[in-house]
């Protein structure tokens, strides 16, 4: 137990961390409790692997990760001034509250989003008011008209899959201009329209993405952030003042490649989107409901069926989804959108289910 009767526990910063969801390793199990991408990553990465050259393991990796950098710049239309990498978008995120969230006015997100924004902001005593979405789970845009020392949300928001339009988001980036307005699209390669072209216009505005959805590289741990170059200079600063090799010599080398290679990328998540449209059908026959979702999951819940009960029914037949106990969501799964065998074996999982 972590009770502060010894002196020098008084001074320890006391946190209580995030839960990533699990990573069970069983032979024949479905994971769909992580949003990561059934299929793998680019050819062009695993022949990068094959012939990686060992010996530049031996050098620190180049601290401003140039090349990864100046691949994402091009691919983007941006100049390499305008991107920031960081190991998964959650280094990104969390180096972003530590530079642009130092106001005494409270951060504002969502009351149902991604769950490590409150832990970073408990870490870094940054003070935050929630704005509960509404009844459809939608974020109401008057809660972030009003002061506030930044704002943050991810777009679809996590774990709703529920997206908002680009002028939604200029009006909060417009209205908002004294503070950093961060737009998380951890998401947004599944159908979404990115608010990346804003950022020419409006230097408050950071967008962050990742490769860990959309690119099948979980594993390798690449997130970036992209806007004016003042925002990318201060976050550069933050992170030299860390650690100044954040990314490893692999990640940089295999990061790129994936890059290259974009028509695997666009064929693999028009797959994603055909089994998420094809699955919204099966599971309203089921009798689950669920708003639209514009990502790589699907936020449901069941007309008769506690979620609590499906969640662990089905971990017994070794197929993993996401829930959460927590206020509000409760009776609902979020189910990831994995390959089209993966999601026919969850429907009839499912139904045995609900019968009985
Ligand atoms: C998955 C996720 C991230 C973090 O992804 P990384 O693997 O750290 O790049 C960030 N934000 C949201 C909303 C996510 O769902």
């Known amino acids: 137990m972590r009770s502060a009767k010894n002196g020098w526990e008084e001074n320890v910063r006391k946190v209580t961390p995030y839960t990533p969801g699990e990573q069970p390793d069983r032979p024949h199990m479905i994971k769909l409790n992580t949003n990561e991408n059934p299929y793998p990553p680019a050819p062009a990465v695993k022949e990068a692997m094959k012939s990686f050259p060992m010996d530049i393991l031996r050098l620190y990796p180049d601290p401003a990760v ?56 408990n870490l870094y005593q940054i003070p935050y008011k929630l704005q509960p979405l509404d009844e459809d789970f939608a974020i109401v845009k008057e809660d972030y008209l009003q002061e506030n020392g930044g704002i943050i949300f991810p777009n679809p928001n996590a774990p709703t899959g529920v997206i908002q339009k680009i002028e939604f988001i200029e009006d909060i980036v417009k209205a908002n201009r004294n503070v950093v307005v961060i737009i998380d699209e951890a998401y947004i390669d599944f159908g979404g329209e990115s608010c990346l072209p804003l950022i020419e216009k ?30 990318i200079s201060y976050l550069n600063d933050v992170k030299y003042s860390i ?73 017994k037949q070794d197929i993993y989804v996401r829930y959460f106990n927590k206020e509000r969501i409760s009776d609902y799964l979020r189910i990831s959108i994995g390959t089209d065998e993966e999601m026919d074996r969850l429907f009839e999982a499912l139904s045995c289910i609900l019968k009985h």
Request: charged share 25%; net charge neutral; proline share 3%.
């Open 66 to 121: 140039g090349r990864l950098t100046c691949a994402l710049a091009d691919y983007y239309g941006l100049k390499p001034e305008n991107v920031f990498v960081g190991v998964g978008s959650d280094d990104v995120l969390a180096t972003a509250f530590l530079t642009f969230f130092n106001s005494k006015k409270p951060i504002l997100f969502p009351d149902i989003t991604y769950s490590f924004y409150d832990v970073w902001a």
């Open 202 to 231: 409006y230097e408050n505005l950071l967008v962050v993405q990742t490769f860990s959805k959309s690119r099948s590289l979980a594993g390798l741990r690449i997130g970036f952030a992209m806007g004016h170059e003042k925002l």
């Open 243 to 315: 650690n100044s090799y954040t990314m490893n010599q692999p990640s940089i080398v295999l990061g790129v490649e994936s890059i290259k290679e974009d028509a695997y990328f666009k064929e693999t998540i028009e797959k994603v989107i055909a089994t998420r449209e094809r699955s919204k059908k099966k599971l309203k026959e089921l009798g689950f409901s669920f708003q639209d979702s514009y990502s790589n999951f699907i936020f449901a819940t069941h007309e008769s069926c506690p979620a609590k009960e499906l969640f662990e029914a089905l971990k």
